[in-house]
């Protein structure tokens, strides 16, 4: 992570947009002008419309804000979208959206009082009764974690803060326990020897701090995920050791309620870093994803099984290679224990430009399939950002594709539990800049909702709810 630039730690592997080839037959115009137009027979799978009426043709837009934060449910068939709002001290914009129509139900800004110093949301989660718990990175000097838990009709439950005492500590991810107890993992700055120590932080239901642990090793060391088993034990993943002359390796750490240290895994390459980016614990299986190397051009994309006792699931680390390279984005386990994991295929393309690729595991651990999303009428970079799994095992993957070096679509595309492309969700119309889903919400087979980014005059965080079929 670098210390000077805490807003930029996140390791994606930044897509480069570039334009493959010359612009042909595309048809121009904005996002809200026109969704999801059918494309040429037979080109790609069929194309299904956006489940919202207007306005805006099913896209719902969070006006004066950036782009989507965190995605999660809400109470009474609702969902809650936190964005980073335009405002120059960077507050987040919190809204509520009914799953049905798209209507907004409520909205409110942390820090709610005008001139506060800003603060950048980077995770949320929601309990059982859908309070809503967010994190934050307070802006300014210095550069705290602020947690904040609101009541699903936007009342502020109560606020508290991390501070390591020295330096910047920003949060990275967030989950809820089956008590409304909270967890959040990040990086605090100022106490190992590499500059920053991977932390972890419990706050009870009502906002009493449980307990904490900081991780250093020589290096930079950083959580990213965070998850709960059905026990309520905490398991964390990310990278430790980071930093010249020494090698990163990809960690995970398991912790009892109380926030004793049950167990720790990982892996270590002696030629490049390791991390494990998403986490996932599904009945008693934990599972992680990530990625070995730190140069885009050349880093595979890795995943591996541990039981919840600390056992390894399959045999080793898997390990997808592209010729030149790829990054790992998102992260899902269906319910016969298969995992998908999605990110960019760098260069894979007929013409150079990079893919949306979808990797699914069997349950055992070998490869099931692998796909990378291309076609004919886009010869342009995409990526895929997030995924989601239905009951029938249909994979969501959700991101974008660029048409252009400045424009770019918003795209979703469903494939079947063989890897079949079943459907696909695009805006056809061409956005300036920076233009993609990030998260993907699979309420019910018939509520499949994505949120992300839209820019152009003015860049917003945007919602979609698909209309699927069956």
């Not at 992260?331 to 224990?337: H, P």
């Not at 993907?440 to 209309?467: E, W």
């Amino acid at each position: 992570m670098n210390s000077a630039a805490p807003e930029t730690a996140r390791r994606d592997g930044a897509s480069s947009r570039r334009l493959r080839r010359p612009l042909l037959g595309m048809p121009l115009g904005v996002i809200a002008a026109a969704l999801l137009a059918p494309a040429a027979a037979g080109a790609v799978p069929p194309q299904y419309p956006n489940q919202w009426s207007s306005p805006v043709s099913g896209l719902r837009q969070l006006p004066v804000t950036t782009d989507t934060r965190a995605f999660c449910k809400g109470p009474s068939g609702s969902v809650y979208v936190v964005a980073l709002s335009h405002s120059v001290s960077s507050n987040a914009v919190i809204a509520r959206l009914r799953v049905a129509d798209g209507a907004v139900l409520k909205s409110w800004t942390y820090p709610a009082r005008p001139g506060a110093a800003g603060s950048i949301p980077r995770a949320a989660a929601s309990d059982a009764q859908r309070n809503l718990f967010v994190a934050l990175e307070q802006v300014g000097a210095p550069r705290d974690w602020r947690v904040v838990k609101y009541s699903p009709s936007g009342a502020l439950r109560w606020s508290r803060r991390y501070d390591s005492g020295n330096g910047a500590d920003v949060p990275q991810g967030m989950v809820v326990d089956h008590h409304g107890n909270v967890i959040v993992v990040g990086t605090s700055e100022g106490h190992g020897s590499g500059g920053y120590d991977g932390a972890v932080v419990k706050w009870s239901a009502t906002g009493a701090l449980l307990w904490k642990h900081l991780i250093s090793a020589p290096g930079k060391d950083l959580f990213e995920a965070v998850a709960v088993d059905a026990a309520d034990n905490v398991y964390v993943a990310g990278q430790l050791g980071s930093g010249a002359p020494v090698l990163a390796r990809a960690a995970l750490r398991a912790y009892s309620p109380a926030g004793r240290l049950r167990w720790t895994a990982g892996a270590k390459d002696s030629l490049r870093d390791l991390s494990f980016t998403s986490l996932v614990v599904k009945g008693s299986g934990v599972y992680v994803a990530g990625v070995a190397g730190n140069d885009p051009a050349s880093a595979e994309l890795i995943a591996a099984k541990y039981t919840v006792a600390g056992k390894r699931g399959w045999s080793g680390v898997k390990v997808r290679s592209y010729p030149h390279g790829a990054w790992a984005k998102g992260l899902a386990v269906d319910r016969s224990g298969a995992a998908v994991l999605v990110g960019v295929a760098y260069g894979a393309g007929g013409s150079g430009e990079d893919l949306g690729a979808v990797w699914k595991l069997k349950p055992g651990g070998g490869t099931a399939w692998h796909r990378e999303f291309g076609n004919s009428l886009w010869p342009y970079d995409g990526q895929f950002s997030a995924v989601g799994i239905d009951s029938k095992e249909r994979v969501y993957a959700a991101g974008g594709v660029s048409v252009s070096a400045s424009t770019a679509n918003l795209l979703m595309v469903r494939y079947s539990s063989g890897g079949g492309e079943q459907a696909l969700w695009r805006s056809d119309g061409q956005q300036s800049g920076a233009c993609d889903f990030s998260h993907v919400l699979v309420l019910s087979d018939s509520a499949v909702l994505a949120a992300g980014r839209v820019a152009g005059d003015g860049a917003n965080a945007a919602v979609y709810r698909a209309k699927t079929t069956p």
